[in-house]
Antibody, heavy 122, light 107 residues
C-alpha cells in the first residue's frame, strides 16, 4: 500500500536550519509530483512546496520562498525539504503528500504521511 | 489571492443526521476545489476533488457540489467516525489555499 514517512523534525533555534525527509513506498515514486503541506499547532493547513515527478519543476509558497528548498532522489524514493533561516512562525507539523495525478501536478493530495513536527524556539 | 471561507465554524449534530458544510471562495475557482477530513492527531484525508468527484475508497454518503464561488460538502447520514474537521482547498489560483475548517462534533 502507499506509504509516506516523514522524519527529521525537532527543536531548532531561530535562524538555524533543518532538513526533512519523506520516504515513499508502495507506488512508483518517480511518476508523481510530491508536495509539502504544513499545519501550525491548533491551526489550519498551508501548502508549502511541490516538486514535479522528475525534479525539474519546483514551486513554493511566498512565505517560504528563498528559505526552503524542495528536492527528491528518485533512486531512493525519498523527498527532502531543506529549511533555512527558520522563524518562529515556521513551527508546524510538516506533511509530505502525493499528488493525485501521474506525471503532472493537479494540487490535490491523495496520500499523506503522518507528519513531522518542527519547533522553532530559542 | 483567493480566500476560502467555511461555515459554520462548528456544526453540532447527532449520528444519523445530515451534515451540510459550506465553502465560499472570494473569487471564482471554477470546479477546482477539494474537501479533506482530518481527525485529531491524524493527517488529512482527501474526500472530494474537482468539487464533486469522490476520491478512491470514500463512502457514498459523502458528496460535493458547487462551482464558481459556492461549494457544499454533504454527509447524508453521519457515522460515528465522521466527527472531525473538514477543510476545503482550491487549486485554481496562486497561492493554493485551504479554508479555515469546519468542525463537526457530536451534539
Amino acid at each position: 500500500q502507499v506509504r509516506l514517512v516523514e522524519s527529521g523534525g525537532g527543536v531548532v533555534q531561530p535562524g538555524r536550519s533543518l532538513r526533512l525527509s519523506c520516504a515513499a513506498s508502495g507506488f512508483t515514486f518517480s511518476s508523481y509530483a510530491i508536495h509539502w503541506v504544513r499545519q501550525a499547532p491548533g491551526k489550519g493547513l498551508e501548502w508549502v512546496a511541490v516538486i514535479s515527478y522528475d525534479g525539474s519543476n519546483k514551486y513554493y509558497a511566498d512565505s517560504v520562498k528563498g528559505r526552503f528548498t524542495i528536492s527528491r532522489d528518485n533512486s531512493k524514493n525519498t523527498l527532502f525539504l531543506q529549511l533555512n533561516s527558520l522563524r518562529a512562525d515556521d513551527t508546524a507539523v510538516y506533511y509530505c503528500a502525493r499528488d493525485v495525478d501521474v506525471a503532472s501536478a493537479r494540487y490535490y493530495f491523495d496520500y499523506w504521511g503522518q507528519g513531522t513536527l518542527v519547533t522553532v524556539s530559542s | 489571492e483567493i480566500v476560502l471561507t467555511q461555515s459554520p465554524a462548528t456544526l453540532s449534530l447527532s449520528p444519523g443526521e445530515r451534515a451540510t458544510l459550506s465553502c465560499r471562495a472570494s473569487q471564482s475557482v471554477s470546479t477546482y476545489l477539494a474537501w479533506y477530513q482530518q481527525k485529531p492527531g491524524q493527517a488529512p484525508r482527501l474526500l472530494i476533488y474537482d468539487a464533486s468527484n469522490r476520491a478512491t475508497g470514500i463512502p457514498a454518503r459523502f458528496s460535493g457540489s458547487g462551482s464558481g464561488t459556492d461549494f457544499t460538502l454533504t454527509i447524508s447520514s453521519l457515522e460515528p467516525e465522521d466527527f472531525a474537521v473538514y477543510y476545503c482547498q482550491q487549486r485554481s489560483n496562486w497561492p493554493r489555499s485551504f479554508g479555515p475548517g469546519t468542525k463537526v462534533d457530536i451534539k
